[in-house]
């Protein structure tokens, strides 16, 4: 595709004050500017969480080091994990849903404008709320400052007696507002796929990205539902003299557990879906084919939001639970390994006899192929009941699902980034600086977490502030510690490139791929009505029939 | 279509990648140079090295799995990379699309039906495992309680009276004789986790609940570890030590441990200190007022190699300065410092250094 500058009508664009336009920002409703501020929002928190992450790392870079405190180590620990899930990852999965479903199933908003931005207004403030606790927070014995239970805060440490001050209080109140707005984001999300799609768009002709997000918004409701309630009671035993989590008054440690992972587990394919769609969406365009058996990839998605909801306590195999419950629990577990496994199979069979190009989406996505293979095939072995009962808790679970988040999510995300930056600024991005994002964050991530399983399988607990000499731990985590700064390094080469490519970059023109599906047919970015007579399609890839009048899709779905 | 290739720049783009690859392999050199004597597998905690049963059977699935898994990541890998390598566009291709080929039902059946039959094959042998480790036939087993508190193990033997803290000792079990140790895992406050990697995996100490698990170790010696589940601010230093004794040297230590404190009036001063300061609110001494339930039993203190849960080795100048100030060791502990001076610190520490 040709990039010849186009000129653009200007008429419109006249200068308005500051305070006008982010009065405009602050009040919309337009998915579009939503999706932005979701994405934009969960950028701000990817650094903080980074940072959080690189004081672990150098106060873990050697044995008895003495960087931070425990108290601030068990701070960052916990701040780290409860940000990047909830204050990076899911904001991320919902600003790319928001902006791109109704562009992709050629509607002019979401179905619920107005629920669409208080929804993100609450996951903004239950972000703000929790790093307010640094202020505001009072934690373990005199601590100060931020929650320090942990990013899953199991009971009875969330407990008044062990837990004194308000730093929990914070964890609890900004997840339990967060999570308000990921019901409402899924109730949008939901409504809008089911009614709001162009004529002509049958289920089975919408894009898979619609599909999988569809999966992901019905895991939403049903994951974040029990997270909510069990907040509830924590804030009953805190307040009101509950005992449904105070252990010392005869209360059970072990169904926060539950409540906690049957949100918890499903939480990770929330996420992992909507990377799932991204990958769905960019292997096609950049194979130049269309997916591979689009009704199993259809199946297979929502085999593994079924499967999803009920391998929960895998991640409690260590608390002693009968023989018969952990049999079970690995068996579901095992199980979702087989449509994952489809899934990858159907990429790589899109993939096969196509005319690859490996432009900056592909090559992140050939990324998130790779690491999420492994992080699958050291998923089966904590599968394993026994095996995790050596494995479970160590680094080399942190490894895992690292390896899941950053290798296989963010890699998908960053992919994302880049294939619709052209459509969200109008700008194409500069693909050099793009390449060499990719081959920093591709070193940086095998340097940290391909080193980090070691220590784990020799030994090493996770969430400790230091540790022994002499355990064979030291080496493995001075070079994981390495590997984050240059990780950091390559997301400061993505800021620029984005940054730079909004300010200076070439006009991309409404569709640089030459891509199929119906967001491309808008122009870059689109107006704020998306499309000036709404569309009508006819098969899967509605502009590749535009392209191709001569052998269209339609005469083979 | 823009293609991968740009004519113009090809000889720049080949010099500033050599220049990349220097200095790559500058930076490997250092790495590799700097770890080639530390880095290494060997660990006292490496899960690799099992010495007691449910260890072993651990380890000898973990290697099936670990083959399972090997074997199928060598083979998509491999396919990822022929298609990659095979499929990408190369410059001088025409701009015609591929083949449009939308699936084909027969080879999504094929790649169903083999990870099935894989999930069949580990699932049997891992409920195997399950069963074997979780219901085991424990006959004359040594019966030990081990309680989790923040931020130590108090170990009880229940019938042989005796108590005390953070050093478990078990007989080392002859496989024509087994003598296994199994363990009740109790929590005093919040959970923690018994992980000692060579010995079995980790089984929580969860409040309000009753866990167990067994081990059978078949060589001596001292075998570590470490609380694997968060429990509070020091956390990381809740280390576990179990010392496998033979059979003669076990009884002879169940032998000492299960007597009353040997109390010696050459330290009287300092005991009278210990037994008018808080500490007997927290300690056992037996034979003594000291009857408090929180804090390890020191009836036999100098029998152990460490204090503090392991932290720091045994020896007067430790000792004096945990008793002085347990947080500037262990920042953390629930242990206060008891404001004494210099000369009751010594007091207090000779009369510690007589409870063998």
């Known amino acids: 595709m040709s990039t010849n500058p186009i000129t653009w009508p200007e008429a419109e664009v006249v200068s308005r004050p500051f305070v006008d336009r982010l009065h405009e920002w602050v009040t919309t409703v337009d998915h579009k500017r939503l999706g932005l501020m979701y994405i934009f929002y969960a950028l701000i928190f990817l650094v903080i969480g980074g940072i959080e992450a690189a004081i672990m790392r150098v106060q873990l870079s050697a044995a008895h080091n003495n960087f931070v405190s425990p108290q601030v180590f068990n701070q960052m620990f916990t701040m780290h994990g409860t940000t990047m899930i909830f204050f990076v990852a899911m904001p991320l999965v919902f600003g790319f849903a928001n902006y791109l479903l109704p562009l992709m199933l050629g509607a002019r908003d979401m179905a619920f404008p107005r629920l669409n931005a208080f929804s993100f207004w609450l996951t903004a403030f239950g972000g703000i709320l929790l790093y307010f606790s640094f202020l505001g927070g009072n934690g373990l014995y005199g601590a100060g400052g931020a929650p320090d239970v942990g990013w899953f805060a199991y009971a009875p440490l969330t407990a008044p007696t062990f837990s004194p001050g308000h730093s929990t209080d914070f964890w609890t109140l900004s997840l339990l507002v967060s999570g308000f707005g990921s019901i409402g984001t899924a109730i949008n999300i939901i409504a809008t796929i089911l009614c709001m799609r162009c004529p002509g768009m049958e289920l089975r002709k919408m894009p898979l990205f619609a599909w999988l997000n569809l999966v992901m918004a019905g895991m939403v409701i049903l994951a974040v539902s029990p997270l909510s309630a069990a907040q509830i009671m924590l804030l009953i035993d805190r307040y009101l003299g509950g005992h449904f989590f105070d252990t010392q008054a005869g209360g059970s440690a072990v169904i926060w557990m539950h409540f906690f992972w049957i949100f918890g587990h499903p939480e990770v394919y929330v996420l992992v879906i909507p990377a799932f769609a991204m990958a769905s969406e960019i292997v096609p365009v950049f194979s130049r084919k269309p997916i591979f058996g689009y009704p199993v990839m259809v199946a297979a998605t929502v085999c593994i939001g079924f499967i999803g909801m009920s391998v929960w306590a895998h991640h409690m195999f260590t608390i002693g639970m009968s023989s018969n419950a952990n049999t079970f629990f690995v068996l579901s577990t095992m199980a979702i390994s087989v449509p994952t496994g489809i899934k990858i199979f159907n990429w790589l069979a899109t993939m096969w006899g196509g005319k690859i190009e490996f432009k900056a989406p592909m090559l992140f996505i050939v990324g998130f192929l790779f690491q999420f293979l492994i992080a699958g095939l050291t998923g089966i072995m904590l599968s394993i009941a026994p095996f995790d009962w050596q494995l479970g808790n160590s680094y080399f679970v942190v490894a895992h699902f690292h390896y899941v988040i950053v290798g296989g999510i963010l890699f998908a995300v960053f992919g994302g980034f880049y294939y619709w930056f052209p459509k969200m600024s109008g700008k194409m991005y500069d693909e050099k600086l793009a390449k060499i994002h990719f081959c920093l964050f591709f070193v940086g991530f095998h340097l940290t977490f391909d080193f980090m399983h070691i220590p784990g399988l020799l030994g090493m607990p996770r969430r400790i502030y230091t540790y022994e000499p002499g355990r064979g731990w030291d080496a493995w985590n001075l070079l994981v510690t390495i590997g984050v700064f240059v990780q950091a390094l390559s997301v400061l080469v993505f800021a620029v490139n984005l940054l730079w490519s909004y300010l200076k970059g070439n006009l991309a023109g409404n569709d640089p791929w030459d891509a199929w599906t119906l967001e491309w047919s808008a122009n870059s970015p689109p107006p704020a009505y998306n499309f000036a007579s709404v569309p009508t399609v006819k098969s899967r890839r509605p502009l590749w029939d535009l392209k191709h009048p001569e052998d269209p899709d339609w005469k083979y779905e | ?356």
């Not at chain 2, 090997?70 to 591929?98: H, N, S």
């Not at chain 2, 009880?156 to 108590?163: A, C, E, Q």
């Not at chain 2, 969860?206 to 059978?216: A, F, G, V």
């Open chain 2, 1 to 356: 279509m823009i293609t991968l290739s740009n004519p113009g720049g090809s000889k720049k783009d080949c010099v500033k990648r050599s220049m990349l690859q220097r200095a790559l392999l500058i930076v490997f050199s250092l790495v590799s140079q700097a770890f080639a004597e530390p880095m290494t597998f060997a660990s006292p905690t490496n899960i690799f090295a099992p010495a007691s049963t449910p260890a072993h059977s651990i380890y000898g699935l973990s290697l099936l799995v670990l083959g399972i898994t090997a074997c199928i990541f060598t083979i998509v890998v491999g396919l990822m990379t022929y298609i990659v390598v095979k499929f990408r566009r190369r410059p001088e291709d025409d701009d015609r699309e591929p083949a449009q080929v939308y699936g084909s039902i027969q080879v999504e059946v094929a790649w169903t039906v083999i990870p099935i039959l894989i999930v069949v094959v580990l699932f049997m042998a891992t409920a195997r495992v399950i069963a074997s480790v979780q219901s085991p036939t424990l006959d004359n087993a040594v019966k030990v309680t081990a309680v989790g508190h923040q931020f130590w193990w108090e170990y009880r033997y229940p019938g042989l009276n005796i108590v005390t803290a953070n050093e478990l000792h078990i007989p080392v079990s002859d496989p024509v004789h087994p003598t296994p140790t199994l363990i009740t895992l109790l929590s005093a406050d919040t959970d923690h986790s018994f992980w000692v990697p060579r010995l079995a995996g980790k089984t929580d100490l969860i409040p309000n609940r009753t866990n167990s698990m067994w081990i059978d170790p078949q060589q001596t010696g001292l075998f570590l570890g470490q609380c694997a589940q968060y429990c509070g601010t020091q956390h990381a230093k809740m280390l576990l030590r179990v010392y496998v004794q033979s059979r003669e040297e076990f009884d002879r230590w169940v032998r000492e441990q299960s007597q009353s404190a040997h109390l010696s009036d050459t330290v009287s001063e300092g005991r009278r200190i210990f037994e008018n300061t808080a500490c007997t609110k927290c300690h056992v001494v037996t034979g003594t007022p000291a009857t408090g339930q929180f804090g390890p039993d020191l009836s036999h203190l100098m029998s152990r190699e460490t204090i503090g849960a392991g932290v720091a080795a045994n020896t007067h100048e430790n000792l004096r300065q945990w008793i002085k100030n347990p947080g500037a060791i262990k920042p953390g502990a629930l242990m206060p410092a008891m404001g004494l001076n210099e000369h009751e610190l010594d007091a207090v520490t000779a009369y510690l250094e007589t409870l063998r």
